[in-house]
């Protein structure tokens, strides 16, 4: 190696680390380490996600930016990472300025498998048609209405029963478990007018519940992920890749069926 060449890989090398101290000085989140930024702890809190971003945003006061890849130019395209639950901001971002906010073409091909082009991945006005279509079925009135019923007769009839069984038998109860079946109920039945009753006495295991919450996890994990890294692992069907194809098929198939059975009743 010549003296030039050795030079221009120093000044790369300098250039570099005087950009990426730049970078990790100005987020006050979790390490940002050299090229491989918030990746590691991110990886390494894989099955404690939740919890360490809520000890983070403790820390940072509610706000706080990461990158997940401390790489120049891409660290400004798609890497950086904001994460709030400040009051303030949520109802900035959500309702004051939402169209300010879109969710962006890295977001829609994360979550487009599972959520495809509907209202939840859907910007400008594609989200304005959908929205608006939408406003025809529900209002906020007719929507609070027809929450409150779904919900107090789950509570007086599933909820409160399991409780006090278990209180009567001195059996511990996971309260978490019962409230994600006693929402999921409520949303499936609310959606697709069909309750699958994963909250009952007997906590039966449901093929769409266990299918959608494997989904979410396989789609969560590819925010975790270099784009080409995941897009690789699902050309290959690897890993969680591989688990996401196949709960989206029992997915599609419970849906189909509600649909058919809905379409054959109005017909």
């Known amino acids: 190696m010549d003296i030039s060449t050795a030079l221009m890989i120093l000044t790369a090398v300098v250039a570099y680390l005087i950009w990426w101290s730049f970078i990790a000085r100005s987020m006050k ?5 050299p090229i491989f ?11 404690s996600m939740h919890d360490w971003i809520a000890d983070n945003l403790r820390k940072c006061g509610g706000t706080y930016q990461t990158c997940v890849m401390a790489i120049p130019f891409l660290a400004r395209k798609q890497s950086l990472v904001t994460v709030t639950c400040d009051p303030k901001n949520l109802e900035h971002i959500l309702k004051g300025r939402f169209d300010n906010y879109p969710k962006g073409p890295n977001w829609q091909s994360v979550f487009h498998d599972l959520l495809g082009d509907g209202i939840f991945n859907s910007d400008g006005e594609t ?5 608006k279509t939408a406003a025809l079925e529900f209002t906020t009135r007719t929507l609070r209405q027809a929450m409150a019923r779904w919900v107090s007769r789950a509570i007086k009839q599933r909820f409160c029963p399991i409780l006090e069984a278990a209180q009567q038998q001195s059996k511990p109860v996971d309260l ?4 994600l079946r006693l929402t999921f109920d409520n949303i499936c039945g609310l959606t697709f007018g069909k309750d699958p009753q994963t909250l009952s006495l007997e906590f039966p295991e449901n093929g769409f519940a266990v ?5 979410t996890e396989a789609t969560l994990q590819r925010f975790i992920l270099p784009k080409i890294l995941w897009k ?3 050309f290959l069907r690897l890993g969680m890749e591989f688990s996401l194809r196949q709960s989206l098929e029992h997915i599609d198939a419970y849906l189909s069926d509600i649909i058919n059975n809905r379409k054959a009743r109005i017909g």
């Not at 978490?176 to 409230?179: A, I, N, R």
């Not at 299918?211 to 989904?215: E, L």
């Open 232 to 234: 690789l692992k699902k």
């Open 127 to 131: 989200w304005l048609f959908q929205r």
């Open 211 to 215: 299918s959608f919450d494997r989904a």
């Open 37 to 47: 930024g918030g990746l590691p702890d991110l990886i390494l809190h894989s099955n």
């Open 176 to 179: 978490q478990d019962m409230l």
């Open 29 to 33: 989140g979790p390490r940002v380490w």
